[in-house]
Nanobody
Framework: QVQLVESGGGLVQAGGSLRLSCTTSERTLSNTAIGWFRQAPGKEREFVAAVKWIGSSTSYADSVKGRFTISRDNAQNTVYLQMNSLKPEDPAVYYC????????????????????WGQGTQVTVSS
């Protein structure tokens, strides 16, 4: 059972930055990649970014390209989401998730491919 813990959320002004962390309990065949998703009130959960533990493959939603950067620290079993130039449309609960499937880059954006989810961390952006 893969466990994930997010941290780093909070309140920031528009244009500011936050770094989210997702620490996983293990990196095994049950955890090949980590994805970040977000869900705002009244909206569906949407993909933000993903990274595989092996190789350099990353994937981003168009809405965050150029502003958000996903990275990983294999030694710490931790994935980071650096969020810069935050906008009023970015506030949401941000979740990290792990998948046991070996996915092509374009498949990393689908939440039903992920079987393990963290509890979420709130990101609020003030205008």
């Amino acid at each position: 059972q893969v466990q994930l813990v997010e941290s780093g959320g909070g309140l920031v002004q528009a244009g500011g930055s936050l770094r989210l962390s997702c620490t996983t309990s293990e990196r095994t065949l049950s955890n090949t990649a980590i994805g970040w998703f977000r869900q705002a009130p009244g909206k569906e959960r949407e993909f933000v970014a993903a990274v595989k533990w092996i190789g350099s493959s990353t994937s981003y939603a168009d809405s965050v390209k150029g502003r958000f950067t996903i990275s990983r620290d294999n030694a710490q079993n931790t994935v980071y989401l650096q969020m810069n130039s935050l906008k009023p449309e970015d506030p949401a609960v941000y979740y990290c998730a792990a998948t046991r499937f070996l996915l092509a880059a374009q498949a990393l954006s689908l939440p039903n491919h992920y079987g393990y989810w963290g509890q979420g961390t709130q990101v609020t952006v003030s205008s």
